[in-house]
């Protein structure tokens, strides 16, 4: 008798005690599929994901039948990078924008040199150890200037809801097949890890020099060159701070959300820019097995579950407030770029084994919110950052010292006397951050009370006295967009110029970053072939 048609992909709900091997995989599939053991083809599992929903934690599973039929699966990421002759490219940045643009670029033959303000990642770690032990911060240096960007020492989350801005398939295989474990090839909400990703960067890095690609460190880019009338003018190259000049006929700037000193000559060299909506707030932190026991209940300590995560939003005043780079089992970090100002992130490890659990907690900030602040112009957001990360830094005390309160204090309107335990290393000093928020005056505190009484109700237990808001979180995305052509990518008014990723406010994140960089790269290759 022949076996019936098979489909492609069977979904499966899975108990937390079921055994996690090929052998009973195979028998679920039999039984769902009504087949002896025997008669199921080769099966993979193709997507996981954890649902806390309904009291009962269990695993969702999409399996692929016939996953290995015709022999092994085929290699990730074809195609690969080729030789490539000259730079033909000069990319700004070796975040994930700028890093996936090359690599598209690669594949095609096309050569580019990356120029970074900042250090390899090895020796951008003794950077990150001043910040962190020292309270010293290099402006060249630091978790949002080097190789692989801000997203290299913030936990390298891949989630994205960016579907459409290009293969998100194509840019996970790119770091699976670079040391990534293959769990990102799986999971619903995929992360690499602060101490797996830097690796990753660097494997991408020696394939790219290995095909001719090439990269310059320490090196910072300090205007443009420009050719041509104020109706043609076209990009020839850019300056450096050492004074020389590089040329090429195409420039990416794929700088991150933080250099605003290149919006600051993009504007001078007649750049058109805009001023955007963008966010700010502060960190949370409370103990991981909280937030366990909240999202997992009566499963909270079930081995086979990892630290659990959240994701929460409000609207308060037509302005919206929400989680921000949620870090299950993390720490918390000081990601200043400059000397005079405080600004903390959010990172973890791959195996999120820290005691705590934080997330950015951030109020959107519309552009009648700084005007009213007293901030005008395409800048104007900058200078709003600047303002609320010098109240952060006096209000800390120095090095880096960021200041803190317990959740209940603030709800009450009150300094806190004393903290609990934290995982930012600089330390913390205890004060109230409601009056550290209230220093922007875009009513940033009032809105986060607001939005935290409703968390609480969402996320029983969100809100106590050993939970802490931690200041400030001020850089979620770029206040500035590097306006570009929605056709050709390049900027409307100097060709050959094409602005990408975080920093020219087209992405949020390592993956939609990376798209865009690719996407900027076959825009590049199409008007190379015109």
């Known amino acids: 008798m022949p076996l019936p048609s098979l489909p492609k992909e069977l979904a499966l709900e899975l108990g937390l005690d079921e055994p996690n091997d ?13 087949l002896a053991p025997d008669d199921v083809p080769p099966v993979a599992i193709r997507k996981r994901s954890i649902d806390a929903r309904r009291g009962t934690v269990r695993f969702h599973v999409l399996v692929e039948l016939a996953a290995a039929e015709g022999g092994e699966e085929r290699e990730l990421g074809l195609p690969h990078p080729r030789q490539v002759g000259a730079p033909e490219v000069l990319i700004v940045g070796t975040g994930p924008a700028g890093l996936f643009c090359a690599y598209e670029l690669a594949r095609h033959g096309v050569g580019s040199c990356l120029i970074d303000r900042g250090k390899q990642v090895q020796p951008r770690r003794h950077d990150l150890k001043g910040l962190n032990r020292r309270g010293l911060v290099d402006p060249d240096s630091n978790y949002c200037f080097g190789e692989g960007g801000a997203g290299t020492y913030s936990d390298g989350k891949l989630y994205t809801r960016a579907h459409k801005r290009g293969s998100v398939r194509d840019v996970i295989e790119i770091l699976a097949r670079h040391g990534a474990p293959e769990d990102i090839l799986v999971d619903a909400r995929p992360h690499i890890g602060s101490n797996r990703l830097p690796q990753v960067v660097a494997s991408m890095r020696e394939e790219l020099l290995r095909c001719g690609v090439q990269f310059r ?12 009338g104020p109706a043609e003018r076209r990009v020839t190259g850019l300056r450096v701070a050492s004074g020389e000049d590089l040329e090429a006929a195409s420039v990416v700037l794929a700088t991150g959300h933080s250099a605003s000193d290149v919006y600051g000559f993009l504007l001078e060299q007649g750049v058109q820019l805009e001023a955007k909506p ?12 909280l937030i366990n026991r909240i999202q997992y209940g009566a499963s909270a300590s079930h081995p086979a579950l990892p630290a659990a995560a959240y994701r929460i939003a409000e609207t308060v005043e037509k302005r919206g407030v929400f989680s921000f780079c949620m870090c299950p089992g993390g720490f918390i970090v000081p990601a200043s770029t400059e000397p005079e100002g405080l600004v903390v992130n959010g990172m973890s490890l791959s195996r999120r084994s820290s005691r705590f659990a934080n997330s950015g907690l951030v109020v959107a900030v519309e552009l009648e919110d700084v005007a009213r602040a007293g901030h005008q112009g395409v800048l104007a957001g900058i200078e709003l ?28 309107k009150r300094s806190s006397s004393s903290l ?56 979620t995305s770029s206040p500035v967009r590097v306006l570009r052509d929605p056709e050709s990518l390049q900027a409307p008014n100097v060709a050959g110029l094409y602005p990408s990723g975080e920093g020219a406010g087209y992405a949020g994140g390592i993956m939609s970053a990376a798209m865009d960089g690719a996407r900027v790269a076959r825009a590049i290759l199409q008007k190379r072939s015109q």
């Open 385 to 412: 950052q600047r303002r609320l990360e010098a109240a952060a830094q006096r209000a800390g005390g120095g090095g880096l010292r960021a200041p803190a309160t317990r959740v209940s204090d603030f709800l009450a």
């Open 217 to 228: 460190f320490g090196t910072r880019v300090t205007g443009l060159r420009l050719a041509g």
């Open 420 to 475: 609990p335990d934290t995982s930012y290393l600089p330390g913390l000093f205890a004060t109230d951050i409601g009056a550290v928020l209230d220093s922007a005056g875009v009513g940033l505190s009032e809105r986060l009370r607001d939005a935290l009484r409703v968390f609480d109700r969402q996320l029983r237990g969100y809100v106590t006295q050993d939970a802490i808001l931690v200041g400030v979180e001020s850089r």
């Open 22 to 34: 090929d052998v009973h995989l195979r028998a679920r599939v039999a039984a769902a599929l009504r």
């Open 278 to 289: 963008f966010a700010m707030g502060v960190r949370i932190e409370h103990p991981q097995a």
